[in-house]
């Protein structure tokens, strides 16, 4: 046995069960006992956690690389009350191309049996039934698979490794003119531009938003300009008419936005390597050169083009005339923080537009409408963070939202918002602060665009266009307020030891060439929680203080370490054989719900994973 076999700390896996069953099994019913002699690899996410869509996207290349060795099975652990009904999974499995058998656990049964604490978190089985490895955030596939490696040669080598196909079975595909589609586009020939987001295409559909009059894309999975046979997309969503009259269209899980020449269909790049940013990459400069994170969305405002950047919590620009991107508001820490643009926080930004004085946008995980100003000040107009959500109408700081997608401005100055898991469009008037129903009874809406007197919305989950009139009066529903479901951690009131445990991964050290090599940020929701201890230093250990009289609450807690390849330990040379050490930047964000209880643990232990470059949404 090699060494690192013999440091393997190995407990035995428990029972994987779920009250929704297995979806992409063609029916069957697993257990553990069934996956024996391969290596399982669980990954806890839930479908709205831009994260965890990472993390689908990272694992494609492992288990296409080890196809015979390992099962992928994807725990499917709701945040939000929509994403625990079964259909809703079911959709979110074919949406975002899920190959490998998912478990639907929408009590959170196997999260609670694994002693989960963060969306996403994956989990490594070794062919004999034991944990041996578990991760929580993104960034740690390409550790994992060294892992998977090592335990290959080890269990091969003793005779316990099971080659083979897999339980994975496709689903029948529906032969439906759109497949999950994202964003629309109002077109100034009265046609429509629709992000068919499955498909990897662009469809234009007549005026009657049903008939097809081109497909733009190849409709697999790729990263390739060319004519409009010949390109080729990689789940796009939002999309906006530049002055020149073409199409910029945000490429998502290609981290880039593209452009559609509407006259020809060619598409050429504009924005992006095909790489995903991570913490220490360049957040300005040539727009080619710099990369971007999951765009979501786009809109024209002040000259620039705005990006929903959901995958780093940011709104970035771009400028047609110079080239360039840049960062125009949002720190990368993920939660509902108003103010300057550099100051504020936002989480899954998804959906943008604009008028002339305000930039409205759809602040997905925090179930918000938010807006930004001509100077660049953000504020929000519903919504109060990152566990609260429903569907409740009224006056704005008490109405309630879930998971919206998409925004519309209205020629009265109102917002028309697709409030996504609520199957809802609402409706939010500034000058009397109120927010209505508009319809309900949607499929997933995720867009809306004005048609006249109508609004045109995007059903994702209908897989179609509908349109509405725009009602006199909005439909009145019964309120329902949510939390997120997840279990609250007990600590004690007043003094509460914060411990991030950070250890560099082997062949490397800690980076203080330039000062201090890590960095804690801790804030509160409500902010009344914390007595002592709220801000930013860069020990990862810290003192707080809960007020006891606040029984509940949340804590932010984001944590940040930098380390390079240590020449003492073996590695002398960068990962792209320059002369300098490569070095590696480690962040996680943490939103821990805690209840205060006389007696309970005076300590809270977070782990920073030192594994390769990633970042955590560790809610």
């Known amino acids: 046995m090699n060494d690192s076999a013999s440091r ?25 006992a069934d996956l024996r002699g391969r290596i399982v690899i669980l990954d806890f996410w839930t479908f709205c956690c831009i994260n965890c ?15 015979d060795t390992v099962v992928v099975v994807g725990v499917h652990s709701p945040k939000f009350v929509h994403e625990a009904e079964h259909q809703s999974v079911v959709d979110a499995v074919e949406r975002y191309g899920v190959e490998h058998p998912v478990l639907d656990d ?27 490895a578990q991760h ?20 091969e080598a003793k005779g316990t490794l099971r080659r083979g196909d897999g339980p994975y079975v496709a689903p029948e595909p529906e032969p439906t003119v759109l497949r999950f589609p994202g964003k629309a586009l109002l077109l100034p020939s009265g046609n429509f531009l629709v992000s068919d987001t499955t498909r990897h295409q662009l469809v234009e559909l007549a005026e009657d938003g049903e008939s097809v009059v081109r497909r733009i894309g190849s409709g697999e999975r790729g990263f390739t300009d060319g004519s409009a046979d010949a390109a080729s997309f990689n789940e796009p969503q939002g999309l906006a008419l530049l ?19 509407l006259a020809s269909g060619a598409v050429t790049t504009l924005a992006g390597t095909g790489r995903q940013w991570m913490q220490g990459a360049p957040t300005s400069g040539p727009a080619r050169e710099v990369a971007l994170s999951s765009p979501w969305d786009v809109a024209l405002f002040g000259g620039k083009v705005w990006i929903a950047m959901a995958g780093v919590h940011q709104l970035w620009t771009y400028d047609p005339e110079a080239g360039t991107v840049e960062v125009a508001a949002g720190t990368t820490n993920e939660g509902l923080v108003d103010g300057p643009g550099a100051e504020a926080w936002f989480a899954q930004p998804s959906g943008l537009a604009a008028t002339e004085e305000r930039l409205w946008l759809a602040d997905s995980e925090t179930s918000a409408l938010r807006w930004v100003d001509r100077d660049g000040a953000v504020h929000t107009a519903v919504g109060t963070g990152l566990f609260d959500f429903g569907h ?20 009265d100055g109102s917002v028309a918002v697709a409030d996504t898991y609520n199957h809802a469009l609402r409706r939010y008037d500034p000058a009397t602060g109120e927010v209505t129903t508009l319809a309900t009874d949607l499929r997933e809406p995720s867009d809306a665009v004005l048609v006249g007197d109508d609004i045109v919305v995007v059903e994702s989950a209908g897989h179609r266009l509908t349109r509405l009139r725009l009602p006199e009066e909005a439909v009145r529903v019964e309120a329902v307020a949510h ?10 009131p007043g003094r509460l030891r914060l411990d991030v445990i950070f250890q560099a991964p082997a062949g490397q050290k800690l980076d203080t060439r330039y000062g201090p090599s890590t960095r804690l940020l801790v804030s509160a929701t409500p902010p009344e929680l914390l007595l002592k201890g709220e801000g930013a230093d860069s020990d990862l250990s810290r003192e707080l203080e809960l007020d006891p009289s606040v029984t509940e609450g949340v804590l932010h807690v984001s944590a940040m370490a930098a380390s390079c390849d240590d020449p003492a330990g073996g590695t002398s040379r960068s990962k792209t054989g320059g002369e300098y050490p490569a070095c590696h930047v480690h962040q996680q964000d943490w939103g821990v719900p805690v209840r205060l209880v006389e007696g309970a643990a005076d300590r809270l232990p977070l782990v920073l994973a030192g594994l390769d470059e990633g970042a955590g949404d560790a809610r």
């Open 243 to 261: 002055d020149d009259g073409s199409v910029v269209v945000a490429d998502t899980v290609n981290h880039a936005l593209r452009r559609l020449d």
């Open 136 to 155: 929580a955030g993104e960034g740690h596939v390409h550790a994992i698979e060294r892992l998977v490696e090592e335990l290959e040669a080890e269990h």
């Open 8 to 32: 393997r700390v190995r407990v035995r896996a428990p029972e994987l069960v779920g009250k929704g069953g297995w979806l992409n099994t063609g029916d069957q019913q697993y257990t553990l």
């Open 106 to 132: 929408p009590e959170l049964a196997t999260w609670k049996q694994y002693a989960v604490r963060a969306w996403p978190t994956l989990v490594v089985i070794d062919p004999e039934g034991y944990v041996v």
């Open 483 to 492: 939390r997120t479901q997840r279990a609250a951690t007990e600590v004690a």
């Open 392 to 411: 409740r109408d009224g006056e704005a700081g008490q109405a309630l939202l879930q998971h919206p997608l998409g925004v519309t401005a209205l020629p």
């Open 53 to 67: 869509l990472h993390v689908l996207d990272e694992l494609r290349e492992l288990e296409e690389r080890h196809r």
